[in-house]
Nanobody, 130 residues
Framework: QVQLRESGGDSVQAGGSLRLSCTAP????????VGWFRQPPGKGLEGVAS?????????YTADSVKGRFAISRHNAGGTVELQMNALTPEDTAMYYC??????????????????????WGPGTEVTVSS
């Protein structure tokens, strides 16, 4: 069982930045593909970004956040981060970290699909005001 925990969610004004972190002791020793997902109020779950387990990391980013969000990981520390810049009110959502066994996340569709992932964190809330 992989225990994921997100942190870094906050309330910010439009144009601001946040860095979300996802930690799990298992990240440092095992191969896990990791993804970030979000669910805006009243809407469905959306894939935001994913990253493979080993270097060179393969990353995928949703079109809606491309150029503003970046995913990175530090296996030694067991952390995967989501740097979010130029935030807009449309980025308001609960953000979830998810993990799947395996060194690769598959193709872009697979990497950004909730069905690829087995383990999920409880989420961290991001609110962006205009």
């Amino acid at each position: 069982q992989v225990q994921l925990r997100e942190s870094g969610g906050d309330s910010v004004q439009a144009g601001g930045s946040l860095r979300l972190s996802c930690t799990a002791p298992e990240f440092s020793g095992m191969n896990y593909c990791v993804g970030w997902f979000r669910q805006p109020p009243g809407k469905g779950l959306e894939g935001v970004a994913s990253i493979s387990a080993e270097t060179p990391f393969t990353t995928y980013t949703a079109d809606s956040v491309k150029g503003r969000f970046a995913i990175s990981r530090h296996n030694a520390g067991g952390t995967v981060e989501l740097q979010m810049n130029a935030l807009t009110p449309e980025d308001t959502a609960m953000y979830y970290c998810a993990a799947a066994a395996g060194s690769v996340c598959g193709d872009r569709h697979s990497g950004l699909s909730p069905a690829r992932y087995t383990y999920w964190g409880p989420g961290t809330e991001v609110t962006v005001s205009s």
